[in-house]
C-alpha cells in the first residue's frame, strides 16, 4: 500500500536549501542521531560522488548520519562539509579518538547550463539541515532538483522540467520502503501506466531514427536515497540500492548511459522484520513513484 513519503520511515528528516533564481540548491537527509546502516550502488558513467568507499560490504564503519544530495556538479560537494559541521554541533557521529566524525556520504548532479554557474557550498548544506522535518517534504522545483532536466536527448533547448520526487510503500508486515528522488537524466520519464510524462521519445528515437548530438558528458544524473525501518546488514543495503535501481530504470527510458552517474543510496534505520524479496518490490515500486512525481508538479 503506497502512504506519503520517505519521512514515513521513523528517524528519517529532510531538509532543502533552494535558490530559485540561480536555478540549483541541495537536499539533506537526516538520519537518527545513532546513524543508519547503509550502501549504495552507482551506475551510469558519469557520477559525482563522496564517501561512497565506506558504504561497501567489509569496510569498517557500519552506519552514516546523513545524506546531502546537490546540484552544482563537482562544486556542489562542498554542501556536505555544512551538513557535517551542523552535526558536530550536536555531537553526531563516529568516536574516534577525542572526537565525533559525522559521516555523510552525497551525490551531485550537473545544473550549471539551466541557471547561473552557481552552486550550494558549506553553509547551504548547513541550512539544509535546519529546515529538515519529518514532515513530507516539497516536492518538483526545490532543493537539489531546482535546476534539474530530463529528457536531454535533443539538447537542453528541448529538455522538460526535472525536480524532487518522494513516495513510500507499506508491506503488511508493517515496514515502510521509502525514496527520494531527484531526476536531471538524458531520458525520458514515463508514468507507470507507459504515458510518457516529460521528455521527447528517446526510446522511439534511438531504435528508430539513431542517436543524435549527444549531450555534454557529465551533464545529467539521477540522484536517489531509498530508506526502510527494516533491519539490514550492508549487503542488503547495497542489494536494496539495487533493486531501487530497477524502478529507476522503469521510469527514465533510458537509464544509466555514457552521460548519466545515476547513484542511489539505500539506508536501513529500523529493526523491523521483512521479507527481502518484498522490500526490493516495494523499493522498485517506490523509486518509480518518486520519479513521476518529480517531474508531475503537485
Given at each position: 500500500m503506497r502512504v506519503v513519503a520517505i519521512t514515513d520511515v521513523p528517524g528519517i528528516r529532510v531538509g532543502h536549501w533552494t535558490d530559485a533564481q540561480a536555478r540549483t540548491g541541495c537536499t539533506v537527509v537526516l538520519l537518527p542521531e545513532e546513524g543508519a546502516v547503509a550502501g549504495v550502488d552507482v551506475r551510469g558513467a558519469a557520477p559525482g560522488t563522496r564517501e561512497t568507499d565506506l558504504l561497501q560490504p567489509g569496510r569498517l564503519v557500519e552506519r552514516v548520519h546523513a545524506i546531502c544530495l546537490c546540484g552544482g556538479s563537482a562544486f556542489g560537494l562542498a554542501a556536505a562539509d555544512g551538513v557535517m559541521r551542523f552535526l558536530r554541533e550536536r555531537d553526531v557521529g563516529l568516536p574516534v579518538g577525542p572526537a565525533r566524525v559525522p559521516l555523510v556520504p552525497a551525490a551531485v548532479l550537473f545544473d550549471l547550463g539551466v541557471g547561473a554557474v552557481a552552486w550550494p557550498g558549506p553553509d547551504e548544506g548547513y541550512a539544509a539541515c535546519l529546515a529538515a522535518t519529518a514532515d513530507p517534504p516539497e516536492e518538483g522545483a526545490a532543493g537539489a532538483?531546482?535546476?534539474?532536466?530530463?529528457?536531454?536527448?535533443?539538447?537542453?533547448?528541448?529538455?522538460?522540467?526535472?525536480?524532487?520526487?518522494?513516495?513510500?510503500?507499506?508491506?503488511?508486515?508493517?515496514?515502510?520502503?521509502?525514496?527520494?528522488a531527484v531526476a536531471n537524466s538524458v531520458g525520458d520519464v514515463h508514468a507507470r501506466d507507459g504515458r510518457l510524462l516529460a521528455g521527447v521519445g528517446a526510446?522511439?528515437?534511438?531504435?528508430?531514427?539513431?542517436?543524435?548530438?549527444?549531450?555534454?558528458?557529465?551533464?545529467?544524473?539521477?540522484?536517489?536515497?531509498?530508506?526502510?525501518?527494516?533491519?539490514?546488514?550492508?549487503a542488503g543495503c547495497r542489494r536494496l540500492a539495487e533493486l531501487a535501481q530497477d524502478g529507476l530504470a522503469l521510469a527514465i527510458r533510458p537509464a544509466h548511459t555514457l552521460f548519466d552517474g545515476d547513484t542511489v543510496f539505500a539506508v536501513s534505520a529500523g529493526e523491523a522484520a521483512a521479507d527481502p524479496v518484498s522490500l526490493g518490490a516495494a523499493a522498485t515500486e517506490a523509486m518509480w513513484c518518486a520519479i513521476e512525481r518529480a517531474v508531475v508538479r503537485v
Open positions: 532538483g531546482t535546476g534539474a532536466t530530463v529528457g536531454k536527448l535533443l539538447g537542453p533547448d528541448r529538455a522538460s522540467p526535472g525536480g524532487v520526487g518522494t513516495a513510500s510503500v507499506r508491506l503488511p508486515s508493517g515496514a515502510v520502503v521509502g525514496a527520494l526510446g522511439r528515437l534511438l531504435l528508430e531514427v539513431g542517436r543524435p548530438q549527444p549531450p555534454p558528458a557529465g551533464a545529467s544524473t539521477t540522484i536517489a536515497v531509498v530508506a526502510t525501518d527494516a533491519r539490514l546488514d550492508k
